[in-house]
């Protein structure tokens, strides 16, 4: 379809909770190959839908350019859930639409995710390290959660970004 452009925080988009997608129409089919789209062109690894401006529960998650880490590929997931949580560590994040930060969070190191790919049919995975970070940061997404109000302290936990 085509590029969108990524919505910056402060927009009041990023703060709200999206809506659970009712049907796989081409509507929400559209929202799909723009935000593969908007994906492809960008420096990140994952993507929601409300940064196209899009306030419907889709993510997109590839991290496979990260050549050591385990992953499952390109996953596609509508009305994404984290069922279980394991493990805790602390991993320096980004997003591309707070595009001059970085800060530390405290993200479970496993999780157990369940959605529908693009087609409807479920999908439940088990992710870990990285894609597990990313699936739980796109998630976060959904509910209006950035990763700065994840961070514990922004005087020692939030870093200027030097080149994205």
């Known amino acids: 379809m085509a ?7 402060p927009h009041p988009i990023l703060k709200s909770r999206s809506e659970t997608v009712q049907t ?17 062109a960008s420096p990140g690894v994952a993507i929601a839908a409300p940064q196209i401006g ?3 529960r889709i993510i997109i998650c590839d991290v496979s350019g990260k050549i050591k880490e385990k992953n499952h590929g390109r996953i596609i997931l509508v009305n994404p859930l984290i069922r279980h949580r394991e493990g805790k560590k602390i991993f320096r994040e980004g997003c591309l639409s707070v595009p ?11 999780v157990w ?16 390290g990285f894609e597990a970070l ?6 976060d997404h959904m509910d209006g959660i ?19």
């Open 100 to 110: 001059d930060y970085t800060g530390n969070v405290s993200r479970a190191d496993k």
């Open 24 to 40: 796989i129409d081409e509507r929400v089919v559209r929202i799909i190959k723009n935000l593969l789209d908007t994906l492809t």
């Open 134 to 139: 990313a699936l739980q940061h796109e998630i």
């Open 3 to 9: 590029v969108q452009k990524i919505i910056q925080y």
């Open 146 to 164: 950035l990763f700065l109000d994840r961070i514990a302290s922004l005087s020692t936990d939030i870093f200027r970004r030097k080149t994205y």
């Open 54 to 56: 899009e306030a419907d």
């Open 113 to 128: 995710v369940e959605g529908l790919d693009q087609e409807g049919r479920p999908i439940r995975l088990i992710a870990e």
